[in-house]
């Protein structure tokens, strides 16, 4: 999700006006895919996104998402941006939107005759774009290639629904410099995929990948739910185990976020199908085990790779960073988004294009912003998504350090007195300045990230926040 794409956070933390108003909801913890987290954005004044984009250093080398929220058939258990379309007619007329929102970005980015933009990363994400034609998949591509210079070591990767993929597709994939792909396998129980309508046979994800080995795209991830209705620690074995038997790169397994009060068609899961939080946890804590065991090795929050893939190398040099679609390896400091809901993250702050379709399409075609949200970076921002990401990412920070480098002061008192009790319980360690989480501390990553955030509410006790508030 690859996360979720725009993986966006899934597991809200209510304002606490909401959960005072509606105890029953679990309090649930930031995914940290940005920091400050989209429950901080706000609506933004006139032109200030386009202002941000202005301030992109000619240099920098960008990350590119495309949304593509179609989907040809709605999953129970979906937390993405999406829209259900019985016919191409819309995700045609989106896709014309979108090159037009690409061109007038482009109009903006190469305004002082700037030489073509670097771009080292694209993703295409949704929703499925897996939906689009061939043809249409080539005609963005063919935007984005003649007006960046794409380079030669960019990843370019699409997120992949199997039940939407032709061999076509995969050929387009392939000669457009695709070289990464996501998979939604989710689980492969059969009671599990009809709790969830989400019907796919371990046959067809065998000729998706036939497709994949045919055109040499030889990166494939596989994203993995648990906590879905149904499952227990043996149906979520056998998952892993076919899982691993086709030896994908990468293993994402994400905690299912349950939010039918956010996503209404949530209600067709069955609730007394879903297993509890302890169960949830026996399950990552022993599908991590088992993935282990057959090599694949731990990064960050829910992911896995194989030994030598890149976000492991990056991982041990420091350089692994978290963004909207989970992971990352990619070396650009400013991602641009294009699309209906998409997130771009700017040197000023982080933006958010409207998520009403109509809205988006209407001000493209005007010629205006479809930015609608967003949240300006202050330098305590800076030094906090710092201190998160470091622990997001490599389970340790030294606040001190870090807040040296980036010249902001700041009295850590708070703070630490919350890492000596997590200390204390054993959920942390302490190097000199360095504060590291341990094996029993993982479970509560999020939780523990929460000391950071400024804008979580302090008003619990850390260790009460870890056992009581986190998600596995
Ligand atoms: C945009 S979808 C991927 C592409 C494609 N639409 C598909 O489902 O195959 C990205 C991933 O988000 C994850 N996801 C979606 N809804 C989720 C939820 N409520 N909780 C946890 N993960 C979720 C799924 O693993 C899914 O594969
Ligand atoms: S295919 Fe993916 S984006 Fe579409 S409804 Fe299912 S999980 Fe959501």
Not at 208 to 224: H, T
């Amino acid at each position: 999700m690859t996360a979720l794409r725009t993986k966006r956070e899934l597991s809200p933390a209510p304002r606490r006006s909401d959960s005072a108003s509606q105890p029953e909801r679990p309090k649930r913890l930031p995914r940290y895919t940005s920091y400050p987290t989209a429950l901080q954005f706000g609506p933004l004044k006139a032109d200030q996104a386009r202002r941000w984009l202005d301030e992109v250093p000619e240099q920098a080398p960008l990350s590119l998402y495309f949304h593509i929220p179609y989907c040809d058939q709605l999953c129970w258990f979906c937390g993405c941006y999406t829209h259900i379309s019985n016919h191409y007619g819309p995700v045609e007329k989106y896709l014309s939107v979108l090159i037009e929102e690409l061109r007038q970005a482009v109009a903006r980015l190469f305004s002082d005759e700037v030489a073509r933009r670097k771009v080292s990363h694209i993703h295409f994400g949704g929703g499925s774009p897996t939906l689009l034609k061939a043809e249409d998949f080539a005609r963005l591509m063919k935007v984005v290639s003649e007006t960046f210079d794409i380079l030669p070591d960019a990843e370019i990767a699409v997120e992949v629904d199997p039940r939407t993929l032709s061999a076509e597709k995969v050929r387009t994939y392939a000669e457009q410099g695709v070289n990464r792909v996501s998979m939604g396998i989710q689980d492969f129980n059969p009671r599990v995929q009809k709790a969830i309508n989400r019907i796919q046979p371990a046959a067809l994800i065998e000729e998706c990948l036939g497709w994949f080995q045919d055109v040499g795209i030889s990166k494939i991830n596989f994203d993995l739910i648990y906590g879905l209705p149904h499952q227990t620690l043996d149906s979520i074995r056998e998952t892993v185990m076919q899982s691993i038997s086709y030896t994908p790169s990468r293993i994402a397994l994400f905690g299912y976020a349950h939010v039918p009060w956010l996503k209404k068609h949530q209600r067709m899961i069955p609730t007394e199908a879903l297993p509890d939080q302890a169960l949830r946890q026996q399950m990552f804590a022993e599908a991590s085990a088992q993935l282990e065991q057959c090599g694949y090795r731990a990064i960050g929050l829910d992911h896995f790779a194989r030994p030598g893939d890149p976000l492991l190398e990056a991982r041990d040099r420091g350089r692994l960073k978290r963004n909207f679609q989970g992971y990352t390896n990619d070396p650009a400091e400013v991602l641009i988004g294009f699309g209906a809901s998409a997130i771009s993250s700017l040197p000023g702050g982080y933006v958010q294009n409207t998520t009403d379709m109509k809205d988006y399409q209407a001000r493209i075609l005007a010629g205006r912003s479809a930015a609608r949200r967003g949240v300006g970076l202050r330098p305590r921002d800076l030094l906090m998504r710092t201190i998160i990401s470091d622990l997001m990412c490599m389970f340790e920070v030294n606040p001190e350090a870090r807040a040296k480098q980036l010249g902001v002061t700041y009295d850590f008192g708070r703070e630490k007195a919350g890492l000596h009790r997590l200390i204390c319980a054993g959920y942390m360690c302490q190097d000199g300045d360095v504060y590291r989480i341990t094996e029993a501390g993982r479970p509560y990553l999020r939780a523990i990230c929460t000391l950071f955030d400024e804008y979580f509410p302090q008003d619990s006790d850390i260790l009460h926040r870890c056992i009581h508030e986190s998600e596995g």
